[in-house]
């Protein structure tokens, strides 16, 4: 599956978040890492991810405006194939 989200928001960033399904809005900078500015609206991209970051704690990397505080989007990590667009 490819990825792609809307172009809609002013400042998207792709987070890693400590639930399956990450809230709508963030109230708090606890239980998620900011990995930077997404790099495009579709296809392969890469994001480091620091080494004092356990990938073990996050269960889900988020499509998130900064601006907005709001989720576009979320996969599930760890091999399920679960899947949501907002």
Excluded at 6 to 35: C, M, R, T, W
Excluded at 68 to 77: C, D, E, K, V
Aim: proline residues 6%; glycine residues 8%.
């Amino acid at each position: 599956m490819s990825f792609k989200t809307s172009e809609q928001g002013p400042d998207f960033h792709v987070i890693l978040d400590a639930s399956q399904k990450p809230p709508q809005s963030y109230q708090n900078s606890n239980g998620y890492v900011n990995l930077g500015k997404l790099h495009k609206f579709n296809g392969t991209q890469r994001y480091p991810i620091p080494a004092a970051i356990n990938l073990a704690n996050f269960k889900s990397v988020v499509i998130w405006c900064r601006m907005a505080n709001a989720t576009f989007g979320y996969a599930t990590l760890g091999g399920t194939s679960n899947a949501s667009a907002q």
